[in-house]
């Protein structure tokens, strides 16, 4: 018989997941999709926005690939629920579009936030159980009630992100409790909204929809979105819940006394009660438990998931999973990490106070030890700190509940790690149990789904039946130790509290000084058409969708090249944007594309834009250097490797040498023969360490070859950065095993690899040239070739394209040749792309693009005011000017 399964759908702050939950064996399989949330143009870096349509898409693919990976069919889907961030806002019009969506991070409200605190804040508090902050969709209603005032008078509903999307899934519209207790609005006595709050603030009541209960059914997946998420339109939509919560449905935390840590992106630490408790300081918040009747009361550790992987990034920047590597080698380290202190993702709760947060890792390196070692003790410093930040936060918890805390479930991404779990144990001296998931929210979330599809009776029923299954962590024998040191910890972290909360201050006043303007940000209503005729992949396609409207009509695809003149300018009627590869953007179809207001040429070199042209109609010109480096790179380091291995004799060894199987007189003269070389422990001569130079010096470095450069314009610092040491072109010719041609194709370096060149090689090295071929002189390279001076060459490049089979070079012994394929890889659309996304999410932001080639346009540039119109003189001697052409 076929299984039926629930569906939850979690929208994090970083990534959104789709998991499905067995509700008889409570195994779950899920899919994740990342994303990120851009900085709102005119917030002073405060605001983020969310993209909704970007984020439905998300959902969407996911939705799929967690039935593909399931294998489970549409139609056994039961129920869904929706949990997720809290402390959002999605402001709808009366036509359900959306005006404004905001993150959990988003924090343009700060005046409005400290404003109300400081003039009401107890009075909220004693209500809504949380201290006015920016966070809250409250104080982000003052905001547009204060700054967008407009905005403001078109909303017509005011929902969390949860409620949104249950909204689209369902059609109808509710006002989850657990959610709604997030919001600054809501009595969380009487558990129905503070309606005296809100019209003392000036809010409209209609906003606000009925409050329902979490697990209440909402209503049926419509055919719309059933046909997004790849299911079958009437399966039951239950209403979900806020994040924490629903992880601690998800953990099993559900009656009077229980605590639950979860340890993710931040580390809300929430107790379960089962009447309101209110802290009377306004320190901590209350909230409303996705349970019925229960409540919770919470302290946070805040950034704690943050601060951990910003640091595995710093510390492991090549391992494909940073975070799993510091927690790997913390374990490696001992308790007390070798009195390293760390207070790096530390916090004791504070809902009245708003700031960055700051932290420290303080020790001797006298005592620490060996400094190639330490690394580990630096990663262990950073797990205890944040276990001591748990104890804290219990502490303050047990201070305002009364209650003795005896144990506490840990979920939650770092509950996946033995060491930290142990670690809480021991620090706080009580068991700690672990779910076998660390995808609590969704779990809960999926329960949710159970009871508003009947299944289970309530969601505490659900959670028994499908978060029992928990590892159990006792204090040990390092657990006096650890009380120990988290004593000197404390006494630490409390006599630095002012100079943290000092820096924080100076870091907030930072952000508020004012920078020079690069250009003019697009107005948050601008939706600029975008003509893309380059090759882009799927992300970046969407990624510009998300921008303004996308015609995608890619060269190869419809084998259509733009010569540019009438009709460039015909197609580029109506176009804001225009993104190219191929096409030739001259003089006629800049004067005559009136609305275009931006060009970007995906490749390095502009030659097929007039630039002069551009800048005189004030338009910005972005190309994408470095779109291919990688691409070459490989290439070079394949070259590399196969000269030193003796490559192309060993494989016309086995196809053309008439070997017998078995015969192992042939299999000796092969052995003989075609012995090669490592890259270990040569040296390696890049000329030119430009974007792909940088490239082949991260690639050889794993290799343990050293590497050494020339080129006047990268400083030996930069190099040295990138694991190589600048020395002058002569000596890299002499000292380097394999010399590698990255240099540009400029009057100064044509023909710089000439016979005396050659003649300074260190004999028996290897020539590569994937760069140009106007670098090198060819008559003297076939001359290196045949006296032996050189010992082989690999090239992918040449003055006439295809060289002919007959090419001397080419067809010497000792030459790989390759027909210029070191760009050619189906990924350079997904570079490229890539560039282009960042460069004109830029320019819209207001931003200076990294890769502008006409800087002085941004003082005349505008996305809406009419373009500068050049002057009789000036349309003269643009029309004078050489055109561009498709290759240089």
């Known amino acids: 018989m076929a299984k039926n399964y629930l569906m939850a759908i979690d929208v994090g702050g970083g990534s959104g997941r789709c998991l499905l939950l067995d509700p008889e064996t409570g195994k779950t399989v899920s899919a994740k999709r990342n994303w990120t949330h851009p900085t709102a143009p005119g917030t002073s870096g405060l605001g983020n926005l969310i993209d909704t349509n970007g984020l439905l898409a998300k959902i969407a693919e996911a939705s799929r690939e967690v039935l593909l990976k399931a294998g489970a069919e549409p139609n056994r889907i039961a129920g869904i629920a929706v949990g997720g961030m809290r402390n959002t806002i999605v402001a709808l019009d009366r036509q359900n579009n959306v005006l404004l969506a ?14 109300l605190g400081a003039e009401r804040g107890s009075e909220v508090h004693a209500v809504s159980g949380h201290w006015p902050t920016p966070l809250f969709l409250g104080t982000r209603l003052l905001w547009m009630k204060n700054n967008a005032p407009d905005l403001f008078r078109q909303t017509a509903a005011a929902l969390s992100v949860t409620d949104w ?255 930290f779990s142990r670690i809480v144990a021991n620090v706080t001296n009580a068991p700690v149990s672990v779910p076998p998931t660390a995808e609590v929210t969704s779990v809960g979330a999926a329960v949710l789904a159970g009871v508003g599809a009947g299944i289970f009776a309530d969601p505490a029923a659900g959670a028994e039946k499908v978060a029992s299954a928990l590892t159990r962590y006792q204090p040990d024998a390092a657990g006096e130790k650890y009380r120990n040191f988290y004593t000197g910890w404390r006494q630490a972290f409390d006599k630095r509290a002012d100079t943290d909360a000092h820096v924080g201050n100076l870091l907030i006043n930072a952000m508020f000084e004012p920078a020079a303007a690069a250009g003019k940000a697009a107005d948050p209503s601008f939706s600029p058409n975008i003509l ?215 009057e100064a370096t044509r023909g710089m690899m000439n016979r005396e060149a050659f003649g300074r090689m260190k004999p028996g090295a290897f020539f590569v040239n994937t760069a140009r071929a106007s670098l090198v002189d060819e008559a003297a390279l076939l001359e290196a070739l045949t006296s032996g001076r050189i010992a082989g060459a690999a090239l992918d490049v040449f003055p006439t394209e295809p060289p002919g089979t007959d090419d001397p070079i080419v067809s010497h012994p000792n030459v790989i040749a390759t027909p210029h394929l070191g760009g050619n890889t189906a990924e350079i659309a997904a570079h490229q792309g890539a560039i282009a996304v960042d460069q004109i999410q830029k320019l819209l932001a207001g931003e200076k693009p990294d890769y502008l080639l006409n800087p002085a346009v941004l003082d005349i540039f505008s996305w809406s005011a009419p373009r500068p119109e050049p002057d009789e003189k000036k349309l003269e001697e643009l029309a004078r000017n050489k055109r561009p052409s498709m290759t240089s």
């Open 102 to 115: 905001t993150p959990n991070r988003d924090a343009r409200a700060l005046g409005e936030g400290m404003m």
């Open 532 to 746: 893309v005729t380059a090759s882009m992949d799927e992300t970046a396609i969407r990624e510009l969708e998300a921008i303004g409207k996308v015609t995608y009509a890619e060269w190869r695809e419809k084998q259509k090249l733009y010569d540019g003149g009438a009709e460039l300018a015909g197609a580029l009627a109506g176009t804001q944007i225009f993104i190219t590869e191929m096409d030739v953007v001259d003089f006629p179809a800049i004067r005559e594309a009136r609305s275009l207001r931006a060009i970007v040429t995906c490749r390095g070199n502009a030659v097929n834009v007039d630039l002069a042209a551009a800048t005189a109609y004030g338009i910005p010109v972005i190309n994408t250097p470095g779109r291919n480096a990688d691409a070459v790179a490989d290439l070079t380091i394949a070259l590399m490797v196969m000269l030193s291995r003796k490559m192309p004799g060993s494989f016309d060894f086995l196809k053309h040498g008439q070997v017998q199987s078995g015969d192992m007189a042939k299999m000796g003269e092969a052995y003989l023969k075609f012995q090669g070389k490592e890259l270990w422990r040569k040296t390696v001569g890049l000329v030119g360490m430009g974007n792909v130079g940088a490239c082949v010096a991260a690639r050889l470095a794993r290799f343990g070859a050293k590497v050494v450069f020339a080129d006047p314009m990268v400083a030996a610092g930069e190099g040295a950065l990138l694991g190589a040491r600048k020395v002058s072109f002569d000596e890299l010719l002499a000292v380097s095993d394999i010399v590698s041609l990255h240099a540009p194709a400029i």
């Open 165 to 419: 999307l249950a909204f689209v899934l369902s059609g109808k519209m509710a006002a989850e409790r657990s959610q709604a207790g997030e919001t600054l609005l809501f009595d969380l006595q009487k558990r129905s909204w503070a309606f005296d709050l809100i019209d003392s603030l000036g809010f409209d009541r209609s906003l606000f929809p009925e409050p329902v209960d979490s697990g209440a059914p909402i209503g049926s997946l419509t055919r719309q979105a059933a046909d997004l998420l790849g299911l079958v339109p009437g399966i039951p939509v239950a209403a979900g819940g806020a994040d924490t919560q629903c992880g601690l449905l998800g953990a099993g935390a559900v009656k009077d006394g229980d605590l639950a840590v979860i340890a993710g992106t931040t580390m809300p630490l929430q107790l379960v009660t089962g009447q309101l408790i209110l802290d009377p300081t306004g320190r901590l918040w209350s909230g409303l438990h996705v349970v019925p009747g229960r409540y919770v009361l919470e302290s946070n550790g805040l950034v704690t998931g943050d601060v951990i992987d910003w640091f595995a990034h710093l510390l492991y920047p090549d391992s494909p999973d940073g975070t799993l590597s510091l927690f790997a080698e913390a374990e490696k380290s001992v308790p007390g990490a070798m009195n390293i202190y760390s207070t790096f993702g530390t916090a004791l709760f504070d809902g009245r106070v708003v700031g960055f947060p700051v932290g420290n890792l303080t020790f001797s390196h006298m005592i620490t030890g060996d400094a190639s070692r330490s690394r580990r003790h630096i990663a262990r410093a950073l797990v205890e700190g944040i276990a001591f930040s748990v104890r804290i936060n219990l502490e303050q918890l047990a201070l305002v509940s009364g209650r003795e805390i005896r144990e506490l479930r840990v979920a939650g991404g770092m509950s996946q790690s033995p060491l």
